[in-house]
């Protein structure tokens, strides 16, 4: 069966399929599909492109469960963390943590330019490092895709931080937002996985949840 027919069925799929799918080895083939993507360099970066984005969409689903979707039919499920955790396993027999750090040096232009973007998204999500934030209305550059367009109440989970911006990920697409809208709050329960392993990851300590700025207006 084709990956793309097995993409299919977990897109669609409910908690049950999920199972099956874990059971029969689903996400050693995610790992075989980047091992194995080949073609010309454009070809072979696309499939690697749509190999990390499944690994991605694959593992939060299973951590935080997958909510109906209107524009877009699907079967909702709870988060599986039982599940993950095999997931883990299977990625690790199957050398997945090598096969995406290599592409963290992918420099790969164009189209699927983001490869190291979704390299170290995916090593993130393996590794189960997670902080909410909650962002101020901000419209991307118009003239530059790698700006996200977001709204106040959004949740969005920090990538990395730099001088006068955060780069952050939301639904699966990583941009920037400008640091100055944002205040930070530490959390009283974080969900950081704060290791050794993990902090170069984000190269900075336990990062904080990040709020909005009251407007100066609400603020008076």
Same mark, same amino acid.
């Given at each position: 069966?084709? #990956?793309?027919?097995? =993409?299919? %069925? /977990? ?9 099956? @799918? ?86 790969? #232009?164009?189209?699927? =330019?983001? %490869? /190291? ?9 393996? @590794? ?93």
């Amino acid at each position: 069966m084709s #990956i793309e027919c097995l =993409d299919s %069925i /977990h897109s669609q799929g409910d908690e049950q399929v999920q199972v099956e @799918l874990v059971t029969n080895g689903y996400p050693r083939v995610l790992v075989m599909d980047i091992n194995t993507a080949g073609g010309n360099e454009q070809e072979q970066d696309r499939e690697i492109w749509e190999g990390l984005y499944n690994i991605i969409r694959f593992i939060r689903e299973f951590l935080e469960g997958r909510q109906i979707n209107p524009y877009y039919p699907c079967t909702s499920f709870p988060p599986q963390p039982d599940l993950f955790k095999s997931c883990l396993e299977q990625f690790e027999d199957e050398g997945g943590n090598e096969e995406i750090e290599a592409q963290l040096v992918n420099k790969a #232009i164009g189209e699927y =330019d983001d %490869i /190291h973007n979704n390299s170290n998204l995916a090593k993130r999500r393996i @590794l189960n490092i997670f902080i909410d934030i909650i962002i101020s209305d901000y419209s991307g550059r118009k003239d530059d895709s790698t700006y996200l367009h977001v709204a106040k109440g959004d949740i969005a989970q920090l990538f990395k931080k730099e001088l006068n911006w955060y780069t952050v990920e939301k639904c699966d697409k990583i941009g920037k937002v400008p640091k100055g809208l944002l205040r930070a709050q530490i959390p009283s329960s974080s969900k950081v996985n704060q290791t050794p392993e993990n902090s170069e990851l984000i190269n900075t300590p336990v990062l904080p949840r990040v709020i909005a700025k009251q407007d100066n207006a609400n603020a008076a």
